[in-house]
């Protein structure tokens, strides 16, 4: 079974960066689809961006041109790159799979983490 730990929050002025880490354990991550998803108070939670275990990334149009999603296999790390970041990018931002050794992402998996907080001050 996969464990994810977030990390890599924080509070931010507008028009900064973060970059935002989640790192698995248990498994093969290397086959795995990964995604960051976000929730703000009162909001629903949404999809932000997505990352195929070969590569191939897609993005809330919210966010394209401003956020990367990003994975280093042999470090079992999926990363997002925020900037010009924005007060209504504040939320909890969570990473998620299915790990399913498909390698596309189909949708929302059963795996979460537990959240990291992200804050963008005006």
């Known amino acids: 079974q996969v464990q994810l730990v977030e990390s890599g929050g924080g509070l931010v002025q507008a028009g900064g960066s973060l970059r935002l880490s989640c790192t698995a354990s248990?498994?093969?991550?290397?086959?795995?689809?990964m995604g960051w998803y976000r929730q703000a108070p009162g909001k629903q939670r949404e999809l932000v961006a997505a990352?195929?275990?070969?590569?191939?990334?897609s993005y809330a149009d919210s966010v394209k041109g401003r956020f990367t999603i990003s994975r280093i296999n042999i470090k079992r790390t999926v990363y997002l790159q925020m900037n010009s970041l924005k007060p209504e990018d504040t939320a909890v931002y969570y990473c998620?799979?299915?790990?399913?050794?498909?390698?596309?992402?189909?949708?929302?998996?059963?795996?979460w983490g537990q959240g990291t907080q992200v804050t963008v001050s005006s």
């Open positions: 248990g498994g093969t991550f290397s086959i795995n689809a």
């Open positions: 990352i195929a275990s070969f590569g191939g990334t």
């Open positions: 998620n799979t299915k790990w399913d050794g498909s390698g596309r992402w189909t949708g929302t998996g059963d795996y």
